[in-house]
């Protein structure tokens, strides 16, 4: 074990839960109504503490156990075999345990952002349960957990498409199911509180170092670098969203710049491991335009109420970050060259068939759990309680007295 290395991913660990707690959770509180703002940060919370045990009980067992290239099999189900001197690398075997853990978190968490002010509490904690073994783990497996996606050369370093393209295609299929909020999208209240929401933003940004440069799994060079390129491409992402408003609407507003930040770090994230810091830049500035102008094509256009736009934000900028990297990763481009077996051709290839696999699992197991799960379990509340608000209503309580 390096000490050095275990000393930043113990770090690490503590950053990417600070992304959801408070981070996200505040992120996304900013952006609802007053009366929801309490069932947001309890969205999160509740995630938070029950994937924790689920990660412990059997799934990371499912990611990173010594099954085959599709699943890890049920051996390290309660951590077995796992003690105080287990090593995974140069680090604990029980730290990476809690580093990927963190990452479990958060993935669900960013698709409370397609259904807040009209799911039922229940339904939450159930679709998350069962998305976590039946989705996300698998995945896990297959990219990172030396499954068959990790065969094929599949780049994805901090998880563009391990976590942003889950979430983002899971949360556009239940946005779907579920239907818009009353009103959308004509006469939907805006965010209650952008400070709020600038707030979390502003965690997000610190977390995501750990969130990527933590992935690195070792205190070295690759680690500075992944850092390096993700502040670049999350400041260059909120520019570019803010031009792409002040072009529109002639102002750019604090909703708007941090949201372009997130997508920066969105784009980034599969590549934070491969580009130089002229790629990091340029895939901030990709991810802030391509990202802007899908939250116009899904909500205008489209008409789905992906409230907090997880799909448009995490899943386009996930996969065009992990579609790009198979260009900015050459060496020529600054970044730190293609496998020796690869061409860009080959690569960009790969990449592509693991973005469409990944998707496709992604809606069609959130398609079949909303449906199952629909038979047990209340998924909307009724349009009383909508008006209400779920604060009240969920959880006997408000975040605001006198409103």
């Not at 993935?107 to 409370?112: E, F, G, N, R, Y």
């Not at 949201?259 to 830049?281: D, E, Y």
Request: charged share 10%; net charge neutral; hydrophobic share 55%.
């Amino acid at each position: 074990m390096e000490g050095a290395d275990t000393a930043w991913i113990l770090t690490s660990t503590a950053l990417v839960l600070f992304m959801t707690l408070p981070g996200l959770a505040l992120f996304y509180a900013g952006l609802v109504r007053s009366q929801n703002v309490l069932s947001v940060l309890m969205n999160c919370f509740a995630i938070a503490a029950t994937v924790s045990i689920l990660w412990f009980v059997v799934a990371y067992s499912i990611a990173f156990g010594d099954g085959n290239a599709w699943w890890g099999g049920l051996g390290k189900s309660f951590l077995a075999g796992v003690g105080v001197d287990t090593v995974s690398g140069t680090i604990p075997e029980s730290l990476f345990f809690m580093f990927q853990m963190t990452f479990a978190i958060i993935t669900p968490a960013l698709i409370v952002g397609a259904y807040p002010e009209r799911i039922h509490f229940s339904f939450v904690i159930a679709f998350t349960l069962v998305w976590v073994l039946l989705v996300y783990a698998p995945v896990v497996h297959w990219v990172w957990g030396g499954g068959f996606l990790a065969e094929m050369g599949l780049i994805d370093f901090a998880g563009g498409i391990v976590v942003h393209v889950t979430a983002g295609v899971s949360a556009l299929v239940l946005a779907m199911m579920l239907g818009p909020r009353r009103g959308f999208p004509h006469d939907v209240q805006p965010p209650h509180n952008p400070g709020m929401t600038m707030i979390g933003a502003s965690m997000l940004w610190v977390g995501w170092f750990g969130f990527n440069a933590g992935s690195a799994l070792a205190a070295d060079g690759s680690a500075t670098m992944a850092m390096t390129v993700t502040h670049l491409s999350a400041a260059a992402g909120a520019i570019a969203w803010s031009v792409m408003e002040l072009i529109r609407y002639r102002k750019a507003s604090l909703v708007g710049a941090v949201t372009g930040m997130v997508a920066g770090l969105a784009t980034i994230t599969p590549a934070s491991g491969s580009v130089g810091p002229v790629g990091g830049m340029l895939l901030g500035l990709a991810g802030g335009v391509v990202c802007y102008s899908m939250t116009q094509l899904i909500k205008q256009r489209l008409k789905i109420d992906d409230s907090l736009d997880v799909f448009a934000v995490h899943g386009i900028g996930g996969a065009l970050g992990s579609l790009l990297v198979a260009f900015f990763v050459a060496s020529a481009l600054g970044g730190r060259g293609l496998a020796d077996s690869m061409t860009m051709g080959s690569q960009l290839g790969v990449q592509a068939f693991g973005i469409v696999l990944v998707a496709i699992w992604s809606g069609v197991l959130t398609f079949i759990i909303v449906k199952v799960l629909k038979m047990f379990c209340k998924f909307r509340v009724d349009e009383e309680t909508e008006v209400q608000g779920l604060d009240l209503a969920m959880h006997g309580e408000r975040g605001y007295h006198g409103m």
